[in-house]
Antibody, heavy 124, light 110 residues
């Protein structure tokens, strides 16, 4: 089972860009399905899928965030990253990185491995 | 954008049975959405309970089961225990690489 760990600033000013990195250990991000996701959760609220990267370079984003989100990967460091631009207080949340899915035979198992999450607060 | 709907809250008595549902604001949930269910306790990352409609994840007790009921995905807990008191989330695959989580159900066991 791979382990994931989020890292990055815990405080970001409004209108700036939030940047987080997820480091994967216990396996290569080039193994398995090769899809990796970011998910967030504001305090007291539900989970919101932000987007994912496929290591071929393709990405998919939540339509509601698409204009502000960019996800990239660095296979040499076994990491993938999130950038969210023009942040506001509404972007304050715990941000999780996760393996997007793995196949168990013909069955699809989404988000089978998660990082512990990191709180990002948007405030001046 | 399609909204995935869940009951905001539910309560069940210890030993009782409860069914939580996961629907769509427009249309019916089917197996092609690969519905999956997660349990989350405060301060923790979600834990997978059920994937691809009805397959229990490793280590999940058999009192948790998944199904399609009518036009929704369903999570049934049979013989609820105190430590089942948690938030439960479903997620659906919408195609084109897009996942959507439901708003979550806060389950009380009392």
């Amino acid at each position: 089972q791979v382990q994931l760990q989020e890292s990055g600033p815990g405080l970001v000013k409004p209108s700036q860009t939030l940047s987080l990195t997820c480091t994967v250990s216990g396996g290569s991000i080039t193994g398995g399905s090769q899809y990796w996701s970011w998910i967030r959760q504001p305090a007291g609220k539900g989970l919101e899928w932000i987007g994912r990267i496929y290591l071929s370079g393709s990405t998919n984003y939540n339509p509601s965030l698409k204009s502000r989100v960019s996800i990239s990967a660095d296979t040499s460091k076994n990491q993938f990253s999130l950038k969210l631009s023009s942040v506001t207080a509404a972007d304050t949340a715990v941000y999780y990185c996760a393996r997007d899915h793995k196949w168990v035979g013909e069955l699809l198992l989404p988000f089978d491995s998660w990082g512990p999450g990191t709180l990002v607060t948007v405030s001046s | 954008q399609t909204v995935v709907t869940q009951e905001p809250s539910f309560s069940v008595s210890p030993g009782g049975t409860v069914t939580l549902t996961c629907g769509l604001s427009s249309g019916s949930v089917s197996t092609t959405y690969y519905p999956s269910w997660y349990q989350q306790t405060p301060g923790q990352a979600p834990r997978t309970l059920i994937y691809s409609t009805n397959t229990r994840s490793s280590g999940v007790p058999d009192r948790f089961s998944g199904s399609i009921l009518g036009n929704k995905a369903a999570l049934t807990i049979t013989g609820a225990q105190a430590d089942d008191e948690s938030d439960y989330y479903c997620v659906l695959y919408m195609g084109s690489g897009i996942w959507v989580f439901g708003g979550g159900t806060k389950l009380s066991v009392l």
